[in-house]
């Protein structure tokens, strides 16, 4: 058992100017593109963490190409094939998205992944790729896929109501099936809406004719993918935990590189960060955000941004008032049952928070130091390292988690609070 992390405390306003890594979900569609393309790709600034460090071992295991060319990639497209063993680890982006690229593969190709991996939702996107013509065995992680070398594709009806990464992962190589590909949902709403956007937008841009004019149906006609160049924005959800760090103490962050337009959800952090009475500023510097005195709690839907949850529950716990976080019963589903794990480790160190079906109620108590489980939960580590700053002792028992998606989490942390950079 590696030594807990005891988040640093800072005893003044955080005062910083941070550059944060690039985005996972923009690198992991850029390379399964890449991939699939028809011409070679350079993928800018990616991210390189475990997340998309998996995805491009996964690629290379089925024949693709990459290299490195300073910290950019190069990738050269082939035709997939196996036998190959696929490692997702606790990626969703990988999970979902790859195995529709590896069913115009040939050979057979066995996906895992770790312990919390085997539970996460994968039935959905499994039974839609037989639909479509794919063989495979089994119905969450570990599962193998006999590829033909080829799909069918064509229609197909899905409740995505779980997860949107089983509509973007169907997207991402529909263009490649044979007939093409049209997903229609059945269900509750689909979360993470501006995940589907950001797919979308990435298939237009590599010469792919998208069609998402009706409610709940997309549809993606068969032909090619472009080669091209892919520049990799900053993670603004990765970005939170640092913006965070302004609000909770009263202090100035100023993120670089903010992009003006882009379909990230990570975004909507401005909206909500003023909701709590914090002051927001976007210009040619980045975004800059300052805290106030005392923050004020929320009551927010956050279906379309359930990825900010954590880095909000977090600031909730330190507000006046209560705040009611709506829209998320999927994060049941994420790296861990992230309702549970926030109201557990929330009501652990003097915390009074409720669950309810679809998100959780926080009211503000006095907190203290005490254990923060991760959950092995890159977003629950960095939420404990948020309260940590103004709650003496909490020590978070998985800092390492946080490798998921920034290769160096603590390091980052401790020079913001020198000042950044
Ligand atoms: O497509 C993507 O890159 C993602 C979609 C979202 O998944 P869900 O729709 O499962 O929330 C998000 O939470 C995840 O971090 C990344
Ligand atoms: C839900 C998340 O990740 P994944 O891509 O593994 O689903 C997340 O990063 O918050």
Same mark, same amino acid.
């Given at each position: 058992m590696t030594q807990p992390w005891v988040a640093p405390v800072s005893a003044t306003p955080v005062r910083a100017t941070v550059s944060i890594p690039g985005s996972k979900s923009i690198t992991n569609r850029a390379l399964i593109l890449a991939a699939l393309a028809d011409g070679p790709s350079a993928i800018r600034t990616p991210l390189r963490s475990r997340d998309t460090n998996l995805m491009v071992e996964a690629l290379r295991s089925l024949g693709a190409k990459i290299t490195d060319d300073g910290e950019d990639w190069l990738v050269t497209p082939a035709a997939l094939h196996g036998p190959a063993d696929v490692d997702c680890g606790l990626a969703g982006t990988v999970m979902r998205f790859l195995p529709p690229a590896a069913a115009i593969g040939q050979g057979e190709i066995r996906f895992d992944g770790d312990e919390? #991996? %085997?539970e996460r939702p994968m039935e959905t996107i $499994? +039974?839609?790729l037989r639909g479509l013509g794919a063989d495979i065995t089994g119905d969450r992680l570990p599962f193998t896929l006999h590829g033909k070398g080829s799909l069918p594709g064509g229609e197909v009806v899905i409740d995505a109501s779980g997860s949107s990464q089983f509509v973007s992962g169907l997207l991402l190589s529909g263009p490649r099936y044979d007939k093409g590909l049209t997903i229609q949902h059945d269900g509750k709403p689909v979360p993470s809406m501006p995940h589907i956007e950001m797919t979308v937008q990435m298939l237009r841009a590599a010469g792919v004719d998208v069609n998402d004019s009706s409610a +709940?149906? =997309?549809q993606v006609q068969p032909g090619p993918i472009r080669g091209r160049e892919w520049v990799i924005e900053p993670d603004l959800s990765n970005a939170t935990p640092f913006l965070a760090a302004a609000a909770v103490t009263g202090g100035t962050v100023t993120i670089t590189? =903010? &992009?003006a337009e882009t379909t990230q959800p990570g975004d909507d952090i401005r909206g909500i960060l003023s909701q709590m009475g914090c002051e927001v500023t976007l210009d040619a510097n980045g975004l800059t955000v300052t805290g106030p005195t005392r923050l004020s709690g929320v009551d927010v839907d956050l279906r379309d941004v359930g990825e $900010?949850? &954590?880095t909000i529950a977090a600031l #909730? #716990? $330190?507000a006046e008032g209560?705040?009611? $976080? %709506?829209?998320? #019963?999927h994060l049941r589903g994420h790296e861990t049952d992230r309702l549970a794990a926030l109201a557990e480790d929330l009501n652990g160190i003097g915390g009074d928070v409720t669950e309810t079906e679809d998100g959780l109620i926080i009211r503000p108590r006095p907190l203290h130091g005490g254990a923060w489980k991760a959950f092995a939960d890159h977003r629950m580590a960095t939420a404990g390292a948020i309260l940590g700053l103004v709650v003496e002792g909490v020590e978070v028992d998985d800092i390492a988690s946080t490798t998921k998606t920034? &290769?160096?989490f603590p390091g980052m942390w401790q020079r913001m609070l020198g000042g950044g950079q």
């Open positions: 919390y #991996a %085997r $499994l +039974n839609a +709940n149906t =997309w590189g =903010w &992009p $900010l949850t &954590p #909730a #716990a $330190l209560q705040s009611v $976080l %709506r829209g998320i #019963a920034i &290769p160096d």
